[in-house]
């Protein structure tokens, strides 16, 4: 059966594979939804959005991204309230940020409304897979990759932009164990660091690997020049809180404009939170923690929101972070998550009804 909604052409699944699922014990992003949305890019315009049943693609094997890797993403969550509301979380970021990328990667930006009332009719359509239980959501991943035809080394002249939905428990359970990288880098200036390019994550896989194979479960990234700086904690945003100052790193060329990156920075300062935004040496992480200063480290990001540092690792040392009663990390995850599944106020205009 199609329908038309909006102008997007809807084909309905024609059985729901929602009765398999276990919603009780949801892996992170490895079950998908019932249906995909697709726009293609062609003759040098969008074309109307598709929602389909979710589906395989086929791809000729001329076809660019396998061979220079024009690639970009978003990561979202759709939220349930307890009066079964759907809310999003600052969609217009994410449009904004994969529209950055877009323009950095050489893809032709997407219009806002091809992004947000596809995103919302996908939603609408899926909304009995949004997970109900604490601390659960359902993952977004808009993405565009390149499928324009040839071996040259140039932009293809043709795009796909779907969006696929995951219904996903935490990203992260307890605390991390994390190594200070010196040797590999994620991103140098004037490269992507700054998108959300598929390529700056493939590059984290291997010094990751060693890392894990060293009893550490992530890798904090330092800039590429001296290694004397920490810029990100993993795939996240790093947050270092020595005494009562809570310190990020600018964003730069390297360093990822982080959603919730942003909205920590702002319920910091509406929390009476001292914050500064400047580069911290690893030096002075390591004299804090020698001298009892270093409270708190933790990475930020959409899957996990707010992910403890537990210990970090250093020039075969590792140093313990301590325990506190009421860390920066709790409260400021509290807040937003209240905000997402509106539990609480939201005075800054954040939260977006579906």
């Known amino acids: 059966m199609e329908t038309t909604f909006q102008n997007i052409s809807i084909e309905k699944t024609k059985k729901s594979k929602i009765d398999q699922v276990d919603f009780d014990n949801l892996t992170f992003g490895s079950v998908f939804t019932d249906h995909m949305l697709v726009c293609d890019y062609r003759n040098g315009a969008w074309e109307t959005p598709k929602i389909m049943p979710y589906q395989a693609i086929s791809l000729e094997p001329s076809s660019k991204i396998f061979h220079y890797g024009q690639s970009i993403f978003e990561g979202m969550k759709a939220y349930k309230d307890a ?50 239980k604490e601390g659960s959501a359902l993952y977004i991943r808009p993405f565009i990759f390149a499928t324009g035809k040839g071996f040259h080394a140039s932009p293809a002249d043709a795009y796909k932009f779907l969006i696929c939905l995951a219904p996903s428990g935490s ?118 923690a020698k001298d009892g200063s270093l409270k708190e480290m933790f990475g930020a990001g959409t899957a996990a929101v707010i992910s403890p540092i537990a210990t970090f690792g250093y020039r075969e040392k590792d ?6 009663e009421n860390p920066y990390a709790s409260q400021l995850k509290k807040r937003i998550i209240d905000i997402q599944y509106n539990r609480a106020e939201d005075p800054f205009g954040w939260r977006y009804g579906v």
Do not use: C
């Open 171 to 288: 990203y992260f359970s307890g605390k991390v164990k994390v190594l200070i990288e010196e040797k590999y880098s994620r991103s140098a200036n004037g490269g992507v660091g700054f998108a959300k390019a598929g390529g700056n994550y493939a590059g984290q896989f291997y010094p990751t690997q060693l890392a894990v194979n060293k009893g550490y479960q992530q890798v904090i990234w330092t800039d590429d020049h001296n290694h004397e700086f920490i810029e990100e904690a993993g795939a996240m945003n790093i947050f270092v809180r020595i005494n009562d100052t809570l310190i990020t790193a600018p964003i730069s060329d390297r360093i990822l404009d982080g959603i919730t990156r942003k909205s920590i920075l702002e319920i910091a300062e509406d929390e009476g939170i001292d914050t500064e935004v400047r580069k911290i040496s690893v030096g002075e992480v390591v004299d804090a």
């Open 319 to 324: 140093y313990d972070l301590p325990e506190l």
């Open 83 to 132: 009066d079964e509301k759907i809310w999003l979380f600052r969609p217009l970021e994410n449009h904004n940020r994969l529209n950055i990328s877009a323009k950095r990667m050489a893809i032709p930006e997407l219009p806002e409304e091809y992004f947000m009332e596809g995103l919302k009719s996908l939603i609408k359509l899926d909304e009995n897979w949004i997970p109900n």
